[in-house]
């Protein structure tokens, strides 16, 4: 058969000679946009303390999106997503451990979403509305939105990463 008839796309996009060199790349990927996260929201606290001169600071409520942004992370890559697409019991209902899995991903992707939320709330709340407009100061609170959009990014990247099958490996269900 042509090989032509058997890709997606005309031209070949990202060819790598193997998927498992995909896999390493994409992984270090996942890592600097988390690294990046972090070091964004350690940035905002050590200007916060040592050279910023308003009156805002960062403090621990500025951390509790990045914590809640970071378990969410946690929790969406350790599922197995052979568990979510297993099949069904004789009984026609799904498996005990399928709802498990599919409760436990609802969950994370939850604490993902409260992290994203909760950064812009703080942004507002404490930096636009109290009319801290001035780009040091609200610097602080982007460099927060900036650290948990890297956090969801990363975990979206080790998601799809670690769910691709390979070559070599076929699923059996139908």
């Known amino acids: 058969m042509d090989t032509q008839h058997e890709r997606l796309f005309r031209f070949p996009i990202l060819k790598f000679s193997n998927s ?66 297993g099949s069904s019991d004789g009984s026609g209902g799904f498996v005990n451990i399928q709802w498990q899995a599919r409760l436990v991903l609802f969950v994370g992707f939850s604490l993902l979403a409260i992290g994203i939320s909760g950064s812009f709330l703080v942004l507002i709340l404490k930096f636009l509305i109290k009319g801290f407009n001035s780009m040091p100061t609200l ?36």
């Open 20 to 85: 498992q060199t995909f896999k390493t790349i994409s992984i270090y990927v996942s890592g600097a946009l988390y690294a990046i996260g972090f070091w964004a929201l350690i940035d905002a606290s050590i200007y916060s303390q040592k050279v910023n001169a308003s009156t805002v600071h960062v403090t621990f409520v500025d951390w509790i999106p990045f914590i809640c942004s970071t378990l969410g992370m946690i929790i969406v890559n350790s599922i197995d997503k052979s568990q979510l697409v």
């Open 139 to 174: 610097g602080m609170g982007l460099e927060n939105v900036v650290a948990n959009v890297c956090s969801m990014l990363s975990c979206i990247v080790l998601w799809i990463v670690q769910n691709v099958e390979d070559d070599y490996n076929y699923s059996l269900s139908l």
